[in-house]
């Protein structure tokens, strides 16, 4: 199977380079050439396998060029072996007789990015391989939190990478920040930066721009290169985890065969909805794409009025990973519902990084409103809705969750539709302890990682694993950069 750049048709890869490349030259992202349908047997197929099993079955179809053992492989390495915490990987849970939450937070980090970055090493070096590449990369990460912890777990003593994480000092929560300074491996770096995550991540950008640092690394045996959330090797391994919810609740009974479900997810750069949406176009029954944004709701808006404008204020919110004005996996979800017009997706592109807004026409504005379904929760709502599952269903979620199923219900209020729906839930709550009690109405707060047993204790609830064993973690990295000292992190990083 070909890849072919959203902004230009023409310009074609295949997998092994799409995902080594990330982005396309022309700025555009790589997109299967044809979106390949599954067969009418492909749901009871899967409904007997195990995850792993699911994962080679989808990722199969769209990675010519991969051999169905390898993928085996990646999947056993990825979701295998005690790295993820239930034995269904990304279990779904009943509420009630319609409404089910996809927990897709039991990986090594307690964040949905474990999903997708568990895989994406393993696709992204034999990628390499097979592209005859015979430097070693070395992913760069600027993070707002859960980002870089998820790709240092995902890149962890995966053999020819490397992985240096940057993240803003004052920019994310205690818990975050020893998740990442007490990181084990051998392949691996951390560096505070002094500022904030844009300080972070403008530093990163201009790294990867500096033609003297790409030729003194390359010099050594080492290019750059990001996890970026538009790799295709990111998107793909989400496809399958709603292939496979469809095929547990249909185990479960909760559905009948062919029965079409809804799917309600937090949204924040557009790749876990978008990964939806290409589940359905394989086949897998779906109907609305109920899209939930925090105050930030740049695209809730886009939706109901097909205007994109990023000119507006920026919220520092309660659901920081959804703290995003510019969506950029929304390109492919444009650049399917134009029909594949790769001149207007261009067009758009270029508006937006010109003017910070485009308008797509009415025909497209048309499918969106088919497909889609969107709403918008703020902070005070986010908190009432973690209070109420917790009280009403004895059910713990995290603030990125709470804002699905504040907006879930307001669409259910004003439609009337009461379809089975899948909510995804994002992230563990104790990754976000501090605003999981408040919410409950705790108002003294312990510090450091004691927060963790308050919020277990609080609740009943027990702490995971991964975030439990932080306790006993040495500190590895204490280094602190500004923006001019970050090449010389990058330099003294892979001496
Ligand atoms: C990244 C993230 C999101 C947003 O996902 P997108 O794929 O960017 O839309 C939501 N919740 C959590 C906890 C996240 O880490």
New binding site residues.
Partial sequence: MNYLSTRNRDLRMNAPQAIAKGLAPDGGLMTPAVLPRLPASAVETMKAMSYQQRVVYIMNSFLEGFAASELTAFASEAYGGGKFSHEDIAPVVKLDDSAYCLELWHGPTC???DMALQMLPHLLTASLEKNDEKKTVCILVATSG?TGKAALEGFRNVDKTKILVFYPKDGVSEIQELQMVTQEGGNVGVCAVKGNFDDAQTGVKSLFSDEELAAELAERGFFLSSAN?INWGRVLPQIVYYASAYCDLLKAGAINKGQAINVCV????????LAAYYAKTMGIPINKLICASNQNNVLTDFIHTGAYDRNRVFYNTLSP??DILVSSNLERMIFELSGRDDKLVREYMSQLSQYGSYRVDSSIRTKLKKEFSAGSCDDQQTQAMVAKMWNERNYLIDT?TAVAFHVLEEYRAETGDDTVTVTVS??SPFKFCNSVLDALGVKEHRTGLDILDQLSETTGVPIPMPLARLKRRQRRFDGVADKDTMKGCVQDFLK
């Fill in positions: 964040a949905f990015k859960d959330s937090p949204t924040g750069n557009f790749g876990n909805i990973s959804m990125h994002t992230a």
